[in-house]
């Protein structure tokens, strides 16, 4: 059985309030920061343990922190991000549903890091229920002292808020995030600057992750060493898991990172294996954004080593062979899934999403979308499938976010990896309709 | 895509207003805009959609531009621009819920409420749509339904047939 850092006390009952969460441990980490360390030494503790982004881009945490200005005369800012957006990605709502405070406790923690005496958690709107449970631990953790003026006697002082979006994708994109923060649309802005020398109001910016902030509680109770010796190479740490689609078991696991691909899918400890024993067929490993794989090369990399849940093992081969981890959710189809029509499905969520600012992105996911419906529905031409690979082509690299990257991505690897079955949408457009 | 539906001539009441007293405290002297998406959901909440009219009122408050509140309505999805049924059944239609049936729990609740996407029944009770990845994939298919955003996981057709009943009788 793993280690479990962040989901431990998930089951115990009422871990969600303030008091069974303080009878479990909880808090020690701030505690401990705040009576015995030094800003400085937090940011050191962080790097030490190579903890790397949850929200997908696995930038080493402790490095970001360190890189945030601090110019005189102006306020820094801690912004969780809580916009969980990404098809197939459900961790970050999972952890706030059950277990609240260890997120309040690692803003409490790392906003104390950075000097942060403002912090805001930005929540995806749709999660009032999840903004209810928040405010009632932030308003618990203030009553016993954790938030608020001279915390624990320590002199420092913060304030925690709860931000709802609106419902849009690419508010999850830190810089679009922080525009929606400001109370505007959701445009992503160039980078670099990055956050951290601008971002809200202009002022120096952290934007993390739901589990990167939690991962901070473990790190300062333990250690960053101890953090480290869990997980394989350069991903160190557990990492939670969003598995979905056909399988016995959806749901979120932690795991130590470097667990294979194959135990996590199979054994009775994760997910036990696909549902209504059918075969595997494909696996989307890090989210509807990283690149799809067929069973074998998600099993195995093409050197025939045993895939591994890591940032390394995953991305092994490139987008040749490989794929990423991302922020982690994968998900599972099973041999009668449509590739074509999932395929479909995922271009019309990014035209959906897009903000528009950029035309290949905004007119590239649009086109995509059409000619995949055309496709998936027997009206396509046997050109059409080089047509989607040049469109994806011309809008990876050319936009200002990711977003493109993204919606390119799962069009380009489905070809790459399947494309007798677009070529079968062609030939049996009859079958097709069906 | 403003609604020509007349609003009736509103007025928030103080025990709204003294929510958004509260939540312009929030933010720095002078960045009160910040508000905007906390004040809009609050609007919605008690009106069921957010009305030509109600955002002019919420940009006096906040002391901006009125197209500063149309442009970031129009932006979010989660914003009714126009009246919708009392309950919005919400379904996610995003490829890991399809792979589970998502699609066939559309049909079945287009059938049964005999109402197209986006439309409200006669009754004005009910309307649905399709919307995007509610991050609860593993518990799939999900739809959720607000102002609360109350979530209904693992639906079947059975137990979507039950929620519509239970709807019905809550009126
Ligand atoms: N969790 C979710 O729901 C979703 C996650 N994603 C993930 O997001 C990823 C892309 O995210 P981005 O933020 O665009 O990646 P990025 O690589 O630009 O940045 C990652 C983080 O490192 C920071 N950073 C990078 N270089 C820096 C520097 N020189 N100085 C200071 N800070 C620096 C950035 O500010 C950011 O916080 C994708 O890989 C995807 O997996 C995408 C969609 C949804
Ligand atoms: C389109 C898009 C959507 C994103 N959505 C999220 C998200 O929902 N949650 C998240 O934590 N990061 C998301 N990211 C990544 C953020 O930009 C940023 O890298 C992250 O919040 C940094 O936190 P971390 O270093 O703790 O991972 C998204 C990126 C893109 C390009
Ligand atoms: S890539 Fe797409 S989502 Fe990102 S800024 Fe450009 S248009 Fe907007
Ligand atoms: S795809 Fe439906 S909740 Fe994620």
């Known amino acids: 059985m793993a280690r479990k850092l962040l989901l431990e006390h998930i089951n115990v009952p009422g871990i969600n309030t303030f008091d069974v969460y303080r009878q479990n441990g909880g808090y020690r980490s701030v505690e401990k920061a705040l009576k015995t360390m030094s800003p400085d030494a937090i940011v050191e503790e962080v790097k030490t343990s190579g903890l790397r982004g949850r929200g997908g881009a696995g930038f080493p945490t402790g490095m970001k922190w360190s890189f945030l200005a601090k110019p005189e005369g102006k306020e820094r800012y801690l912004v969780c991000n809580a916009d969980e957006s990404e098809p197939g990605t459900f961790k970050d709502r999972y952890l706030m549903t059950y277990i609240p405070h260890l997120l309040i406790e690692g803003m409490i923690v790392s906003s104390f890091a950075l000097g942060a005496k403002t912090s805001y958690i930005y929540v995806r709107g749709e999660m009032m229920p999840q903004i209810r449970i928040l405010e009632r631990a932030i308003a618990e953790a203030k009553n016993a002292g954790f938030l608020g003026k001279n915390i624990l006697g320590s002199g420092y002082d913060l304030e925690l808020y709860v931000q709802p979006g609106g419902g849009a994708y690419i508010c999850g994109e830190e810089t679009a995030l922080i525009e929606s923060l400001e109370g505007k649309r959701g445009n992503p802005r160039i980078k670099p600057p990055f956050p951290a020398i601008s971002g809200v109001w202009a002022c120096p910016t952290v934007v993390n992750n739901v589990e990167t902030i939690a991962a901070v509680v473990p790190i300062i109770n333990d250690g960053g060493e101890e953090y480290a010796k869990i997980g394989i190479g350069r991903s160190t740490g557990t990492k939670l898991i969003s598995a979905s689609g056909n399988l016995n078991k959806p749901g979120v696991y932690e795991i130590d990172l470097g667990v294979p691909v194959e135990e996590f899918l199979y054994s009775d400890e994760y997910c036990g294996g696909i549902a209504n024993g059918k075969r595997l067929k494909a696996v989307v490993a890090g989210g509807s954004s990283v690149p799809i794989l067929p069973a074998n090369l998600i099993l195995k990399t093409v050197n025939n080593e045993a895939r591994l849940m890591s940032y390394e093992s995953l991305s092994d081969g490139g987008f040749q062979s490989g794929s990423m981890l991302g922020s982690g959710g994968l998900i599972a189809f099973d041999e009668d899934q449509c590739i074509v029509r999932n395929t479909w499905n995922f271009a019309r969520f990014y035209h959906h999403e897009s903000c528009g600012q950029c035309s290949p992105c905004r007119e590239g996911t649009g086109w995509m979308e059409k000619v995949l419906h055309r496709l998936e529905y027997g009206h396509g031409k046997m050109s059409d499938i080089d047509l989607l690979v040049d469109v994806a082509k011309k809008i990876e690299g050319n936009t200002i976010c990711p977003l493109g990257d993204a919606a390119a991505w799962p069009v380009a690897s489905a070809i790459r990896h399947f494309r007798d079955e677009f070529e079968w949408h062609v030939t049996n457009p009859k079958e097709a309709m069906e | ?171």
């Open chain 2, 1 to 171: 895509m403003l609604s020509v539906t007349e609003h009736k001539d509103i007025n928030f009441s103080s025990d709204l207003v003294k929510q958004f007293d509260d939540i312009v405290t929030r933010y720095p002297e002078g960045k009160q805009k910040a508000g905007l998406l906390p004040i809009l959901h609050l609007v919605q909440a008690e009106y069921g959609w957010v009305s030509p009219e109600a955002m002019d009122k919420v940009a006096a408050y906040l002391n901006i531009q009125p197209i500063e509140v149309y442009e970031v309505a129009t932006f979010y999805t989660m914003f009714f621009l126009r009246p919708q049924g009392k309950f919005v059944l919400e379904v996610c239609r995003t490829g890991p819920c399809c792979l589970v049936g998502a699609e066939k729990i559309m049909t079945h609740i287009e059938k049964s409420l005999g109402v197209k996407e986006g439309e409200v029944t006669s009754d004005g009770k009910f309307s649905w749509r399709g919307v995007e990845c509610l991050a609860a994939c593993g518990m799939a298919p999900v739809l959720q339904i607000g102002p609360e955003y109350t979530f209904y996981e693992k639906l079947t057709e059975q137990s979507v047939d039950q929620l519509i009943e239970d709807l019905k009788n809550k009126i």
